[in-house]
């Protein structure tokens, strides 16, 4: 378990992070997110003793990282694929990295085989593909078989083929039991990889939620349901006082209700008592994407809705994410591989 407590960093007049609390609990993946400057490399330093805080305490199992006795053992971390030596062999890196933490040699086979760079070994890493970095890292990082993972933008720069593989290797460490906390822009795909989200802007927590929880409460879900009677289902609904607007069709898509403020089994219930036959009755939630700019507006109460922190620090670290700073596409964008 990672507990972070009032974690501070101030670099001149920079408040890189600012009393950030937040815990990451094992068996889980918890996604670290904010925008470009939010502080999450800096968090994830001072997580790995690489920097230390102007005020408050990362803890690793209730010890700092430099307490570790063993901390390869304890904590392992991917911070940038591309410090290797590009003369040195995968396996030589390894070999090294092994050496200098008194871990013996044989596990280097063994971390090359789960991250499926054994055929390469022998190949000097300045001929390796970004993909494969990545997994050298990720090999280098297993290397202590620690139960602690970070690992910043692991998928920056991927193709979809090596972002799915990253996705799933994050997903069985956890399944595993380990305790995984991954950095990333690409809201998108967190969504599909982190069990738990900690969002921060300007070094300051915005939340930490289960990520359906954070979706469903930052965004409105609502009902969709195709009928061949669509008018009279819009009447039943509108008797017993549910508003239900209709969405028009097109030569692709025939024309729908979307319905708000209901559960999805409400719906279907009032249709079957009607006898109204149905063709469509889908619970549509919001992205990820769409959580995050609900997040820069005033009409969601944070504080109220479970969000951790207070209502003020949302308010206040919310301003940092500007609708400016989070286009639709792709709110948080990456600035190529770093
Ligand atoms: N060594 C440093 N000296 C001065 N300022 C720094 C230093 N490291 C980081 N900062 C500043 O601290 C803030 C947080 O940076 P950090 O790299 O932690 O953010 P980040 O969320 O990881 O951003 P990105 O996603 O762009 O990597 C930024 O304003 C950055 O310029």
């Given at each position: 378990?990672i ?15 600012d ?41 690793i ?8 006795k ?5 904590v392992?971390a ?10 040195r ?49 990720l ?8 139960e602690v ?50 969002v ?13 929880d ?8 609502s ?28 030569e692709?898509?025939p ?84």
């Amino acid at each position: 378990m990672i507990d972070v407590q009032g974690l501070t960093k101030v670099y001149g007049r920079t408040r890189a992070v600012d009393q950030l609390s937040f815990q990451v609990r094992p068996g889980t993946v918890t996604g670290f997110l904010g925008p470009n400057g939010a502080g999450k490399s800096t968090t994830m330093r001072m997580i790995l003793g690489l920097d230390n805080p102007t005020s408050g305490q990362a803890l690793i199992d209730g010890v700092p990282y430099a307490a570790l006795k063993k901390p390869l053992t304890k904590v392992g971390a991917l911070l940038d694929a591309n410090w290797v030596h590009p003369n040195r062999t995968a396996r030589a890196h390894l070999r090294w990295m092994a050496a200098a933490s008194g871990i013996p040699a044989g596990r280097v086979g063994e971390v090359l085989e789960v991250v499926g760079l054994s055929d390469v070994a022998g190949k000097s890493v300045g001929k390796f593909s970004l993909g494969m970095k990545q997994r050298l890292g990720l090999a280098g990082a297993l290397l202590g078989d620690p139960e602690v993972l970070l690992f910043d933008e692991p998928v920056n720069g991927l193709d979809p083929e090596g972002i799915l593989w990253i996705r799933q290797f994050m997903k069985s460490l956890a399944a595993a039991g380990r305790t995984v906390l991954v950095s990333s822009h690409l809201l998108s795909e967190m969504a599909l990889t982190a069990d738990h989200l900690v969002v921060i802007g300007r070094g300051r927590l915005i939340a930490d939620a289960a990520t359906p929880d954070f979706i469903a409460q930052a965004t409105e879900t609502s009902v969709r349901v195709r009928s061949p009677r669509l008018d009279d289902l819009r009447a039943a609904l509108t008797a017993r006082g549910i508003a239900a607007e209709p969405i028009a069709g097109d030569e692709k898509t025939p024309p729908a209700l979307s319905i708000s403020g209901v559960p999805i089994e409400q719906v279907g219930d009032i249709a079957g008592q009607e006898g109204i036959t149905l063709h469509e009755l889908t619970g549509v939630t919001g992205s990820l994407e769409q959580a995050f700019m609900q997040l820069t507006g005033d009409s969601v109460e944070y504080g109220a809705h479970g969000f951790a922190g207070s209502p003020a620090a949302h308010a206040a670290a919310a301003s940092a994410l500007t609708a400016a700073d989070l286009p639709p596409a792709d709110p948080f964008r990456p600035e190529g591989n770093r």
